[in-house]
Structures are given as structure tokens and as C-alpha cells.
Nanobody, 120 residues
Framework: VQLQASGGGEVQPGGSLRLSCAPS????????MAWYRQAPGKQREWVAS???????SYADPVKGRFTISRDNAKNTVYLQMNSLKPEDTAVYYC???????????????WGQGTQVTVSS
């Protein structure tokens, strides 16, 4: 399974972007969804998570500005980013824990990363 992430780009401070992440093939279930980011010269950091039941959690720097969500029909996970700041500039990665079939083990997959640049 490959994860196809999209939606990155360049925006001005205060702008918005919505990132998307979807598996490249039909899968049985997505149990845990998360977004991470990595800024130049920094370690990858966790941004937001959602469990299959719908509970969400966010890193303090993005609370109140970012929203993680999913479309079950499309098996797509989103990260809506509002009120973007220059310090949000990073490559954003989706991370999904997927069960490919009803009988398969849960496995973790990473997307290829999508660049978000916030600059005036």
C-alpha cells in the first residue's frame, strides 16, 4: 500500500491549506491516522492524530488552527490548516495504520510528504 499525499503549496501568513492522504488501493480499515511535519534542520514532529472512533489530538502549536478529519467513503484523511504561520513551514507527512484485509495484521504506512511553505 502506498499513501498518496497532496494539497501542499505556498501561502501567505494567515492563509489556509487542506492536505489529503489516501491509500493507493482498497483497504479493509484505517485504525489510526496522524500527520507529522519536518522543518529544515529539525526533527520530524507529530502534528495531529485521529483514532478510528473519531477522537482527535493535536500538538500545542497547532491547536485551534488545524483540524484532522477523514472521509470514510473515500478512505481519505485530511488536515485542514487555517491561520498559517511562517513557523508552520515544513514537509508534512501522513501516517496511517492500515489493515489491508479483514485477516491481515495492522501495519503502519507513511506518505511521501508534501511541502507547505508559509511566506509573505
Amino acid at each position: 500500500v502506498q499513501l498518496q499525499a497532496s494539497g501542499g503549496g505556498e501561502v501567505q501568513p494567515g492563509g489556509s491549506l487542506r492536505l489529503s492522504c489516501a491509500p493507493s488501493e482498497n483497504i479493509f480499515s484505517i485504525n489510526l491516522m496522524a500527520w507529522y511535519r519536518q522543518a529544515p534542520g529539525k526533527q520530524r514532529e507529530w502534528v495531529a492524530s485521529m483514532v478510528s472512533g473519531g477522537a482527535t489530538s493535536y500538538a500545542d502549536p497547532v491547536k485551534g488552527r488545524f483540524t484532522i478529519s477523514r472521509d470514510n467513503a473515500k478512505n481519505t484523511v485530511y488536515l485542514q490548516m487555517n491561520s498559517l504561520k511562517p513557523e508552520d513551514t515544513a514537509v508534512y507527512y501522513c501516517n496511517l495504520s492500515i489493515r489491508r484485509t479483514s485477516g491481515s495484521r495492522l501495519r503502519e504506512y507513511w506518505g511521501q510528504g508534501t511541502q507547505v511553505t508559509v511566506s509573505s
